[in-house]
T-cell receptor, first 114, second 109 residues
Framework: KAGVTQTPRYLIKTRGQQVTLSCSPI?????VSWYQQTPGQGLQFLFE???????NKGNFPGRFSGRQFSNSRSEMNVSTLELGDSALYLC?????????????FGPGTRLTVT | DAKTTQPPSMDCAEGRAANLPCNHS???????VYWYRQIHSQGPQYIIH???NNETNEMASLIITEDRKSSTLILPHATLRDTAVYYC??????????FGTGTSLTVIP
């Protein structure tokens, strides 16, 4: 069974631009969560989607948004990029929320903002 | 915010058992204890989770104290490939995961 895939793996953008990252969950998984990882803040929860609906949202500004499609694939968007948005963005999928299921993480997208 | 406390770093000799502690004194009755690890520059990897009883799988064992205020992850025979940051997470079903700072485990040859 294929794991969680994220595209692109590496990305370089300049301040003020916007970026869209993609995540394809494991087949059959319907819940997708996004995390930001930086050396200073560690792994921080961004948001979670299930059945195309955002269920939970972390403490991030409105520049960070996401969506989920009917096939469970998810995208996250960051508008008006800032230098501090440079990070590893991780996507995780699980069967459904509301159960004690483990999350499976993708390899991440390394975003560099210059 | 993270509800767990872990030592920032630990060493373990290769082939020996690695015992990683975690304190979660404010855990509530419906919250599970999860353990993940992250090898440098990779996505976190699920290891094990439990509610009340001790659990064991092919990777590790999870020992949860009777009062559920602390737990220990045991890697029975540590190898160099077990060098990673280990995260202990407490969350109830349907809630988000707070990873905290974890324990950096170094397995020494």
């Amino acid at each position: 069974k294929a794991g969680v895939t994220q595209t692109p793996r590496y990305l370089i953008k300049t301040r003020g631009q916007q970026v869209t990252l993609s995540c394809s969950p494991i087949s059959g998984h319907r819940s997708v969560s996004w995390y930001q990882q930086t050396p200073g803040q560690g792994l921080q929860f961004l948001f979670e989607y299930f059945s195309e609906t955002q269920r939970n949202k972390g403490n991030f500004p409105g520049r960070f948004s996401g969506r989920q499609f009917s096939n469970s694939r998810s995208e996250m968007n960051v508008s008006t990029l800032e230098l501090g948005d440079s990070a590893l963005y991780l996507c995780a999928s699980s069967w459904t929320p509301g159960q004690a299921y483990e999350q499976y993480f993708g390899p991440g997208t390394r975003l560099t903002v210059t | 915010d993270a509800k767990t406390t872990q030592p920032p770093s630990m060493d373990c000799a290769e082939g020996r058992a690695a015992n990683l502690p975690c304190n979660h004194s404010t855990i509530s009755g419906n919250e599970y204890v999860y353990w993940y690890r992250q090898i440098h520059s990779q996505g976190p990897q699920y290891i094990i989770h439990g509610l009340k009883n001790n659990e064991t799988n092919e990777m590790a064992s999870l020992i949860i104290t009777e009062d559920r205020k602390s737990s220990t992850l045991i890697l029975p025979h540590a190898t160099l490939r077990d060098t990673a940051v280990y995260y202990c997470i407490v969350t109830d079903t349907g809630n988000q995961f707070y990873f905290g700072t974890g324990t950096s485990l170094t397995v020494i040859p």
